[in-house]
């Protein structure tokens, strides 16, 4: 009798019930409130998902992301964890978004890399926001890089600077604000465009050769990582992708890379990232200044994106449609894809997504630039 008593104490004391905090119960809570928003609203259900699964795991069972010791081995999230930290991941999701994208329209009209770098101004937003709180320069640029909308440069620029202590809070902050770009987007869009603006009819792109297509990600890859070194993991993967997809030779590795492969990844690196979130990391007062900074610098990027439309608008006279700036971030294809609803809200016949794209995929150059200039600010080979 007194081995069943001692059986079932020891039971009940394993449960979780008695081991979890007010704050794990808070998780949990968030964790079911993402779900529902992925699965419910199709919010950036790829990312999602798993980001609130992972955070559901580790605020019943922390130990799934305990790093291993002399006696015992890791848990199983901490070693997709390490992967993130080796900035693994990230240069790996690189590569399927250039197997996946089509770079033609920022080709066909290389003025979409102005849209794409003015879109970049709420990085330097939240990096001064950041120093303006009290955080340190390098906690300021991992941060900052939310404002990029680039969950995987966030990931990456966190670890290159060894702000492994932030890259729960920041790579939670950064996906969250990608999967919202249909409720963040659209009202900075309109409150700095007019109706007429929104109408704009932009003229159909030119053709792009398939020379064109293949030298483009050797001759980025060339002139980015000589200047910026350090960015070669990302503009290096995102470049190679893209030549999979265009070089016509290769057709197996393209498919492998823009689908089997990044699902993997995407599985690993979602779940991993919710996983650094349990309540005894997450809550405390420097992960809501990082969400508030996260949301300032998105927001600021968009308007920022914008308001370069503007000005592109009047020196082509007309025929540029301002709310393609708003695709200068990186949140690829997104942000494009908001630019052509707003647009045909205003006019259904409008067709903005192709010329959207070209600022889009230029946000994610860029957003991967900046990356490298803070790199080599803070002297990081």
């Known amino acids: 009798m007194e081995y069943i008593a001692r059986t079932l104490d020891n039971l009940v004391h394993q449960t979780a019930f008695l081991n979890l905090t007010w704050g794990n119960y808070l998780m949990i809570a968030v964790a079911c409130v993402f779900l529902y928003l992925a699965i419910a609203k199709d919010f950036e259900p790829l990312l999602l998902v798993g980001i609130a699964f992972g955070m559901l795991l580790v605020n019943i069972y922390p130990d799934i992301i305990k790093a291993p010791t002399e006696s015992a081995t890791g848990g199983l999230l901490y070693y997709f964890y390490i992967l993130d930290e080796w900035a693994i991941l990230p240069s790996l999701i690189f590569m399927g978004v250039g197997a996946m994208t089509d770079f033609g329209p920022l080709i066909a009209n290389p003025k979409s890399f102005l849209l794409g770098a003015a879109a970049q101004f709420g990085i330097f937003t939240a990096y001064f926001g950041a120093i303006a709180m009290g955080f340190n320069g390098k906690a300021a640029a991992a941060i900052s890089i939310i404002g990029g909308a680039d969950g995987p440069t966030s990931i990456f620029l966190c670890s290159k600077l060894g702000q492994t202590s932030l890259m729960g809070p920041i790579a939670v902050a950064a996906y969250s604000y990608m999967s919202l770009v249909p409720i963040i987007q659209p009202p900075i869009m309109k409150l700095f465009t007019s109706e007429k603006d929104r109408k704009i009819k932009m003229e159909q792109l030119r053709p792009v050769s398939k020379l064109e297509r ?11 990582c000589m200047i910026l070194p350090t960015t070669a993991p990302l503009i290096g993967m995102l470049m190679l992708g893209n030549l999979f997809r265009e070089c ?11 689908n089997a492969l990044m699902y993997i990844v995407v599985i690993l690196l979602s779940t991993s990232v919710g996983a650094t979130t349990s309540a005894e990391a997450f809550l405390n007062a420097d992960t809501l200044k990082i969400v508030a900074l996260g949301l300032i610098a998105f927001a600021f990027g968009t308007a920022a994106g914008v308001w370069f439309g503007q000005l592109m608008k ?3 006279h007309g025929k540029i449609n301002p709310l393609i700036g708003s695709a200068g971030v990186s949140a690829v294809p997104m942000a494009a894809r908001v630019s052509q609803k707003v647009g045909a809200e205003a006019d259904p016949t409008n ?3 192709m010329h959207a794209m070209g600022p889009n995929v230029a946000g994610v150059i860029g957003t991967a630039v900046v990356a490298g200039v803070f790199m080599a600010v803070f002297g990081i080979v």
């Not at 293949?214 to 980015?224: G, K, N």
């Not at 016509?248 to 823009?258: D, H, P, S, W």
């Open 214 to 224: 293949i030298l483009f990600p050797i001759v980025v890859t060339i002139v980015v």
């Open 248 to 258: 016509g030779v290769v057709r197996q590795l393209q498919e492998t890379a823009a």
């Open 351 to 353: 067709f903005l997504l």
């Open 314 to 316: 009047v020196f082509s």
